[in-house]
Nanobody, 120 residues
Framework: VQLQASGGGLVQAGGSLRLSCAASGSILSISDMGWYRQAPGKQRELVAA???????TYAEFAKGRFTISRDYAKKTVYLQMNSLKPEDAAVYYCKAAIRRYSDSNYYDYWGQGTLVTVSS
């Protein structure tokens, strides 16, 4: 199983980016999916999460600016980020709870991270 994140880059403050994270491999089912971020010298923190049923959770800083969504057929989770601020700069990681055909439980997998840089 692999999670491939993409969509990061350099954007001016106030701009937008859309992150994508696609899961691949011998996947039977994907439960919760989410995005986390880690800025230099800081701990990794939750940005947003989406359940299998589509329920969403957002960190306070993300509410009103970021939107998480998923495409079940493509096994992909997205993070639309608007009104970006310099303090949003970080490496963004996706995470998914995945059950492989050979598994009886779900296990967490992480993507490799995609860098978001916001210039002021």
């Amino acid at each position: 199983v692999q999670l491939q994140a993409s969509g990061g880059g350099l954007v001016q403050a106030g701009g937008s980016l859309r992150l994508s994270c696609a899961a691949s491999g011998s996947i039977l089912s994907i439960s919760d999916m989410g995005w986390y971020r880690q800025a230099p010298g800081k701990q990794r923190e939750l940005v947003a999460a989406i359940s299998f049923g589509g329920s969403t959770t957002y960190a306070e800083f993300a509410k009103g600016r970021f939107t998480i969504s998923r495409d079940y057929a493509k096994k992909t989770v997205y993070l639309q980020m608007n009104s970006l601020k310099p303090e949003d700069a970080a490496v963004y990681y996706c995470k998914a709870a995945i059950r492989r055909y050979s598994d009886s439980n779900y296990y967490d997998y992480w993507g490799q991270g995609t860098l978001v840089t916001v210039s002021s």
